[in-house]
């Protein structure tokens, strides 16, 4: 039978004071899976307290809301009881089903997407990057994207690069990364800067498409205009 609570619980559950004291939580009917009560009551008499086990419970109006769980065994006037805190993780399931939806998003995208924090060191990287660059994820992530990918800037240094993206919070350019396999490849890139609620830079995230295929075929129509060229000039000199 529950002997208190705080105004947090009862808040998170919907009920108030005179609605919980003296009755069990199967009366209430908080338990969202009654299995979960019995878990938790095996897991204190065997170890005496648990901490960060995540639940789902019932509110007053039905609702369900998942919590981490903490508790611990305590003695009351010779009597065995115990306490629990919770923690409602409502919100950060919604971001964790968020983030899950835009991972998904930009692992199925046909570009390469990564993303870095403000010492570079790539922090994302999807399976359209695995493809392009040879790389897995397991195998960059941690590392610094510079040092990696060997970043050539057509017509720009990297370091201005750098700079207009800090300033502007984007850049778009055609670049040369560096493939695993130790080869160059031509790639149009859009980068733009992460901040955080405060305005400050906290990384970047970069959107690259592979165009080797247009540099090639820019090169053959630049060299046959060339020949073009001097052959129309051989003929009137």
Known sequence: KIVDGNDSVYTLLGYNHQEVVGKTTL???????VDDRKKL?????????????????????????????????????KEQCFISSFIDL???????KALEFQSQLLADVHEAVFSSDINYTITYWNETAEEMFGWKKEEVL????????????????????????????????E?????????????????????DASGTDIGNVVVARDISDRKQAEKVLTNTLDRFYLMLSSMFT
């Open 27 to 33: 009366e209430l009917g908080i338990w969202n899976n």
């Open 41 to 77: 009551l095996n897991a204190l008499v065997a170890n005496g307290s648990v901490q960060n086990i995540e639940f789902v419970l019932r509110k007053k109006d039905g609702t369900q809301v998942p919590v981490n769980l903490s508790a611990a065994l305590l003695t009351i006037d």
């Open 90 to 96: 409502t919100e950060r399931k919604k971001a964790e």
């Open 142 to 173: 941690g590392k610094n994207s510079g040092d990696l990918l060997k970043t050539k800037v057509e017509g720009s240094s990297r370091g201005l690069e750098r700079s207009k993206l800090r300033k502007e919070g984007r850049w778009k350019g």
């Open 175 to 195: 670049v040369q990364f560096l493939r695993k396999d130790g080869t160059y490849f031509f790639a149009e890139v859009s980068s733009a800067a992460l901040r």
